[in-house]
């Protein structure tokens, strides 16, 4: 019977989802805002577990052999756990530690937006500023949780495909 994934790569994404938090109150610490373009200083995090957990898996458990698939499952395992328990302890901190986030991170795009009014109104039109402009004002904590769970997920498929195939070891053929 062949080992699973499923236990290291929980674990190594339980670690990636901690570390990528953890990122996320240094920036809130620093005074920025995290939940802006200052996470992605945190970018690093995800590739990095992912990698961790698949050698793992390659070297540990299947004796330095393994294929593609079982390398992307791996990586995927890692990404959906460390985006679960990310996008959980950031909704969690809005919540609970800093109510006022979310309304700070609007206020924040919604000024940049106004910025660019101009531009974005003479290249994509009246109705596509004002949807995006709506959208901002309408943003919720869960949506903002979720926006963070699916980009994070977005991220790990396309690091899991190409650590999958980096790190991939098919056993010699035999005659």
């Known amino acids: 019977m062949q080992p699973t994934s499923f236990k290291s790569s929980v674990n190594y994404g339980a670690i990636n989802g901690l570390i990528c938090f953890a990122m996320f109150l240094l920036i809130y610490w620093m005074g920025f805002n995290p939940l802006g373009q200052a996470s992605l200083l945190a970018v690093w995090v995800q590739p990095l577990f992912i990698w961790l957990s698949v050698r793992y898996y390659r070297d540990e458990l299947l004796q330095g ?18 985006a679960l328990l990310y996008a959980l302890l950031v909704y969690s901190f809005g919540k609970v530690i800093d109510a006022g986030l979310l309304d700070n ?71």
């Open 105 to 175: 991170y609007k206020e924040i795009m919604l000024t940049d937006l106004e910025k660019t009014e101009t531009e974005l109104r003479g290249l994509f039109g009246d109705k596509y500023y004002d949807s995006v402009f709506e959208d901002i004002k309408n943003k919720t904590l869960t949506g903002q949780a979720v926006s963070d769970f699916i980009s994070k997920v977005m991220g790990g498929v396309v690091f899991s495909i190409i650590i999958a195939l980096i790190l991939k070891r098919n056993s010699p053929k035999t005659i």
């Open 65 to 82: 052999q393994i294929t593609f698939s079982e390398g992307f499952r791996a990586g995927m395992l890692t990404a959906l756990g460390g």
